[in-house]
């Protein structure tokens, strides 16, 4: 049967255009245009590398092996993304925010939904290791109103650098997470451990890949926030130690300029007994500000 769409059989030349065509009849115009542009960059990728029978298989049973190192709770896939950039871009596009409010970056694999909502001012360290640090801030609008009734939710590494579901049975359940909701003032503030950088998992063919290309699996500490507010857009964001050996270069290229947190170490005997701590802590400042809907 002759097929109105076909461009003529498939050469080097005109591969791609021939792949396209023959996708013509697809129902769904969004799947026919992402199919239509990545055929259109990786026949331009092949063509520009020109990889011999061998490497091509090796590039397949990478990704093979890929998906083979996912389960439940494992997802390789998206830590591929992450380290090619794409999860940043991906954020990027969608997360284009109005002048003055603050900057989105990758969710992660850590985040869990459930949560324990805590009183504001709660200790999220659940293992008492670390050095203890205090987190403060507001949540405002872009004209620079407090937002009230706000839902904060944070989680970061323990002392070790591991997230509680990472070490299951190890640390307890709910270590260094929270979800604290802010009143009148827009204020939020808790307690924790100055976070640790860590490496994303290398056990698995993204980290064989990474030492190949000579780059490390290690991302600088951070603090990671979902908050939500009605009448606004949720934000996804992390907040840095901008003094991390890893700053300049995350694995998953999270970092942005706006999204660095002083941690200062706190000394002084009057603020230490001002906040009713016993020792030195670190003093971590940050104001968050939501875009609105509309
Ligand atoms: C994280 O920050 O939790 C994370 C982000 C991307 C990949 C792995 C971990
Ligand atoms: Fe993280």
């Known amino acids: 049967m002759s097929n109105q769409t076909e461009q003529g059989y498939f050469t ?38 020109e990889p011999t029978q061998e490497e091509w298989f090796k590039a397949i049973m990478f990704l093979t092996e890929t ?19 794409v999860s940043m871009l991906v954020d990027a596009i969608n997360n284009r925010k109005p002048s003055g409010a603050s900057e989105s970056t990758v969710l992660g694999p850590f985040h869990v939904p459930d949560a324990p909502e805590r009183p504001m001012g709660a200790d999220i360290c659940l293992d008492g290791k670390g050095d203890r640090m205090l987190v403060k801030g507001r949540i405002l609008d872009t004209d620079g109103n407090p937002i009230a009734g706000a839902r904060i939710d944070v989680w970061q590494t323990n002392d070790d650098g591991f997230y509680d579901v990472q070490q299951k049975g190890i640390q307890p359940d709910f270590n260094f997470r929270g979800v604290f909701r802010t009143g009148a003032d827009g204020v ?51 907040i840095f130690d901008p ?29 230490i007994e001002a906040k009713g701590a016993q020792a030195p802590f670190f003093e971590v400042k940050h104001d968050f500000v939501l875009a609105g809907t509309s």
């Open 243 to 271: 003094r991390d050996e890893y700053i300049h270069s995350d694995a998953v290229f999270g970092v942005k300029q706006s999204l660095m947190a002083e941690f200062e170490l706190v000394e002084d005997k009057a603020r």
């Open 67 to 85: 998906g083979h190192k996912c389960d439940d709770w494992r997802q390789e896939f998206i830590l591929l993304s992450d380290v090619l950039g």
């Open 188 to 238: 939020y503030w808790f307690w924790g451990a100055k976070p640790k950088s860590y490496p994303i998992p290398d056990d698995g063919p993204v980290g064989k890949m990474l030492a190949a290309l000579g780059r490390h699996p290690y991302r600088p500490a951070h603090l990671h926030y979902i908050i939500e507010a009605e009448g606004f857009e949720t934000l996804v964001t992390h």
């Open 12 to 49: 080097e030349e005109n591969s791609a255009e021939v792949v396209v065509s023959r996708n013509a009849n697809a129902s769904d115009a969004r799947l026919a245009e992402l199919m239509e542009a990545i055929t259109r960059h990786l026949h331009a990728a092949v063509k520009e590398v």
